[in-house]
């Protein structure tokens, strides 16, 4: 099965930035769809960079133009750099593969495989 490994986790403060990577090992397609999700204390899950398998990349509104994910297929790794990071950014990072798409809004929802997850703190 698929194995993923986030790292680059960390405590910033605001205006700061950080670079989560991720590795996948397993069975894996490029046509995966895959990307960042997070989760706060209190709140549901939410979709932060996601790479759906129609070859775009989803953005929450809330992270557009300070966040880019990028994706190396050789490789098999992921990577989120995150810029003018908010105190609203403190969640838990998961990097997530076979992820499904919500068909009406588009918003990625659901995943298959996560990894165990990395803390980023903004205070």
């Known amino acids: 099965h698929v194995q993923l490994v986030e790292s680059g986790g960390g405590s910033v403060q605001p205006g700061g930035s950080l670079t989560l990577s991720c590795a996948a090992t397993?069975?894996?397609?490029?046509?995966?769809?895959m990307g960042w999700f997070r989760q706060a204390p209190g709140k549901e899950r939410e979709g932060v960079a996601v790479f759906v398998s129609d070859g775009s990349t989803y953005y929450a509104d809330s992270v557009k133009g300070r966040f880019t994910a990028s994706k190396d297929n050789a490789k098999n790794t992921l990577s989120l750099q995150m810029n003018i990071l908010k105190p609203e950014d403190t969640a838990m990072y998961y990097c997530?593969?076979?992820?499904?798409?919500?068909?009406?809004?588009?918003?990625?929802?659901?995943?298959?495989?996560r990894g165990q997850g990395t803390q980023v703190t903004v205070s």
């Open positions: 997530a593969a076979d992820c499904s798409v919500d068909s009406g809004s588009g918003i990625p929802t659901e995943y298959r495989y």
């Open positions: 397993g069975p894996f397609y490029p046509t995966y769809c």
